[in-house]
């Protein structure tokens, strides 16, 4: 048992107004059994050891991340489709009750989404999150050709503007040298390896619903923790600053709010 | 991503392998500086084994096309398909940089 009032906590936020998902395990290969146990009972949900076969219909699952999974290989993969449906990093110091608490909360912002994914950016940079949110959308609304290449690279470049211009405040590559690039390579490795940066939080809601044709639409908004920036005219005569150009131009719909610290897209599914 | 570099008669010629994104900054800047330091005078990238490519992978192969024009040599992109091939022609690529089948 770890605390009664994060126990509260977690019961009385996992199930807010306009739920979307009653999860009933807590996947984490990445945390030894008795920690993922005791996050499990604090949080009210089953322990789940690997996730079980999708054609057998189980209900949902939420995946904690570390950072400490295998980069690639089937078990890895295997923990980005169904019944998995949020992937959350703990907050640091787990073993206390203020993260539980955290967690928790992140746990009742997933529960109001159909997919929802709360991580470092440290984490979140090693994980090639587009094509991991793609396989998980694709697991449920099978996606081809062009569409899912387009759906693929504006997740991928949401998710990169959040970490690397947001989060680690890194600027784009205005000039075409050699020796921009090498500014942007050195303050990407720097700003990666800065604590305060790296700690920094990617989260991204996802909710699927019928349009107006029936149709399923995907309303996708990535958070992020960084400073921001002000939506204006877009150049691309540098070597960076097409990629919300391309997002625009695949989407079905793209909002910029919160400073620029949140991008809402649509894409028909 | 990863590359090889094959050196022919009148031209080198560079195969790019996987998925070209912000994160291979690293990957093209010793690209570049191979590229650079050859003799040939024609430097094709072959992206025909290139699955996909991002909006910073777009801007650092423009970087390379920028620096080959500085070492006063000819650079073509060749043989993209798919998403890679998708990605050039939304982005007007073909206005910068040649661009053969």
């Known amino acids: 048992m770890i605390d009664g ?10 199930r807010p107004t306009g739920c979307r998902i009653h999860f009933a395990g807590l996947l984490a290969p990445g945390l030894p059994a008795e920690q993922r146990n005791e996050l499990a009972q604090a949080l009210r949900l089953s322990p789940t050891a690997a996730p079980p076969c999708p054609e057998d219909r189980p209900a949902p699952l939420v995946a904690l991340l570390t950072g400490s999974e295998a980069g690639t290989g089937p078990d890895l993969d295997a923990l980005w489709l169904p019944p998995v449906a949020a992937w959350i990093e703990p907050p640091a110091g787990t073993a206390l009750s203020e993260p539980v608490i955290q ?20 984490t979140a940079h090693d994980l090639q999150l587009g094509g991991r949110l793609l396989a998980a959308l694709n697991a449920r609304h099978p996606l081809t050709g062009d569409h899912r290449d387009d ?48 700690a920094r939080r990617i989260a991204i809601a996802i909710r699927i619903d019928p349009a107006e044709d029936n149709r399923p639409l995907a309303t996708v908004e ?12 877009r150049t691309s005569t540098g070597a960076s600053g097409r990629g919300l150009d391309l997002i625009a131009g695949i989407s079905a719909g793209l909002e910029i709010e919160d400073g620029g610290r949140r991008i809402r897209m649509r894409f028909r599914l | 991503m990863d590359y090889g570099i094959e050196v022919r008669d009148q031209e080198a010629v560079i195969r790019l392998r996987g998925r070209l994104t912000f994160n291979d900054h690293a990957k093209l ?9 050859n003799k040939l005078k024609r430097q094709v990238l072959d ?44 982005a007007q690529i073909a206005k910068i940089v040649p661009i053969e089948d």
């Open chain 1, 151 to 198: 759906v693929e690279l504006a997740l991928h470049e949401a998710v990169s503007n959040a970490l690397v211009h947001g989060n680690l405040g890194v600027a784009g590559m205005k000039e075409l040298s050699a020796r921009e690039l090498e500014r942007f390579s050195r303050d990407l490795g720097a700003r990666l390896a800065d604590p305060a940066l790296a």
């Open chain 1, 103 to 122: 967690l928790a909360e992140m746990l009742a912002e997933a529960a109001g989404n159909d997919l929802y994914l709360n991580l470092t950016t440290a």
């Open chain 1, 5 to 14: 009032t994060a126990q509260h906590m977690a019961q009385d936020t996992a």
């Open chain 1, 222 to 233: 990535i958070s992020d923790e960084g400073a921001g920036f002000t939506p204006g005219p």
């Open chain 2, 47 to 90: 992206l025909s084994s290139l699955e996909f490519v991002d909006s910073a992978g777009i801007g650092m192969l423009l970087i390379a096309r920028e620096e080959m024009d500085r070492a006063a040599k000819q650079f073509v992109l060749r043989g993209a398909t798919g998403q890679v091939k998708r990605v050039l022609t939304v």
């Open chain 2, 29 to 37: 800047r010793i690209l570049i500086g191979e590229m650079g330091q």
